[in-house]
């Protein structure tokens, strides 16, 4: 017999349900595994994996409408879960839901495309344990100085320690190295408009807003960064130039913004 972790333990008892609720799923003992899904979400609600496992269950239950409220769960409070990302865009995609389907797939494919080390990075920092994600993604970057998506994880892992100095650093250079990277500019003008540099804001806006002028969320950038000016009256013209005659489309948006 396998010897569980004890769940008496208050610093264990999250890990150890979670352990339990997945071995009862190998079994395909969903109800179990849901029944010890529910005592660990009532004890740590936002945890991500155990969303997941649900998801899992429910999936082989067959019950997909059920499984993708599960995963899109998970993803809200961790967008680094894999597993969930590819379950949503076949759930979609099944559904018919074929728009959906294309940004979750998107979602997972770039994910997959990271190298496992910042996988974990993003796993880690989305868990909220900020310095081991700041030492997994910085041991990368030793061997790989010019990486750009690990300087982005270690901007956003600056920002969510309001270290806004190095964060900035970081991600000009990663526009300078990659000019196309548009997950990168769209970083580094987040930052610039937290740190009230209005100018620098609108200069990366515009470029944006030429290279996607369907997007509303560059619009409103750039009429954030223009209004920071003070430049109100022209806040209207310019997001009306990058609108006029063109079909305004819904932004599907995550928590993780754009990570």
Same mark, same amino acid.
């Given at each position: 017999?396998?010897?569980?972790?004890?769940?008496?333990? %208050?610093?264990? +008892? %999250?890990?150890?349900?979670?352990?339990? @609720?997945? !071995?009862?799923?190998?079994? +395909?003992? /969903?109800? *179990?595994? /849901?029944?010890?899904?529910?005592?660990?979400?009532?004890?740590? %609600?936002?945890h991500s994996r155990a969303f997941q496992e649900r998801g899992h269950n429910l999936l082989a239950e067959n019950r997909p409408e059920e499984a993708a409220g599960a995963y899109a769960q998970a993803v809200e409070r961790n967008p *680094?879960?894999?597993?969930?990302?590819?379950?949503?865009a076949g759930l979609h995609e099944r559904a018919?839901? /074929? =728009?959906?389907?294309?940004?979750? !797939?998107?979602? @997972?494919?770039?994910?997959?495309?990271? %190298?496992? =080390?910042?996988? *974990?990075?993003?796993?880690?920092? /989305?868990?909220?344990?900020?310095?081991? @994600?700041?030492?997994?993604?910085?041991q990368f970057l030793r061997g790989n100085r010019q990486h750009v998506e690990g300087m982005r994880l270690l901007a956003e892992i600056g920002v969510r320690l309001k270290v806004y100095d190095d964060a900035e650093f970081l991600l000009e250079s990663c526009v300078e190295f990659e000019p196309d990277n548009l997950r990168a500019r769209i970083d580094y003008l987040r930052l610039l408009n937290r740190k009230g540099k209005f100018e620098l804001a609108r200069e990366q806006a515009t470029i944006l807003?030429? +290279? =996607?002028?369907?997007?509303?969320?560059?619009?409103?950038?750039?009429? $954030? @960064?223009?209004?920071?000016? *003070?430049?109100?009256?022209?806040?209207? +013209? $310019?997001?009306a130039r990058y609108s006029t005659g063109r079909r305004t489309r819904r932004v599907s948006t995550c928590s993780w913004a754009t990570h």
């Open positions: 017999m396998p010897c569980w972790p004890n769940p008496s333990n %208050p610093a264990r +008892k %999250p890990r150890a349900l979670y352990t339990l @609720a997945v !071995a009862r799923r190998c079994r +395909k003992d /969903h109800t *179990g595994a /849901h029944s010890v899904l529910d005592r660990l979400l009532a004890l740590a %609600p936002d *680094g879960l894999l597993a969930s990302w590819r379950a949503l018919g839901r /074929h =728009e959906r389907a294309r940004v979750t !797939a998107a979602q @997972a494919d770039y994910l997959a495309s990271l %190298p496992r =080390e910042l996988q *974990g990075a993003i796993d880690l920092m /989305h868990d909220g344990k900020l310095y081991k @994600a700041e030492r997994a993604c910085r807003c030429e +290279k =996607e002028p369907d997007n509303p969320v560059n619009r409103l950038a750039l009429a $954030s @960064a223009l209004s920071g000016l *003070g430049r109100l009256t022209r806040v209207s +013209k $310019s997001t």
